[in-house]
């Protein structure tokens, strides 16, 4: 189904993996995240070099463009 550039731009089409399952996405202000082990790297370390925040904006620009 082909969504008009104005519905793509309000409603998401990616989703970020969210346990209590919001209609918009949190915004992530921290500055480091947990991780999973002294040697094990999680998907994210540290906010600078990304976030759960700008990865989903990330791909929704990307869906936006084409």
Do not use: C
Request: hydrophobic letters at 30%; aromatic letters at 10%; zero cysteines.
């Amino acid at each position: 189904k082909n969504l008009s550039l104005e519905t793509r731009l309000v409603h998401l089409t990616t989703k970020l993996e969210d346990p209590f399952d919001s209609v918009a996405p949190p915004l992530y202000q921290t500055a480091t995240f947990n991780q999973p082990g002294a040697t094990d790297f999680g998907a994210y370390d540290y906010s600078r070099s990304g976030n759960p925040t700008r990865t989903l904006l990330e791909k929704q620009m990307a869906d936006v463009e084409g």
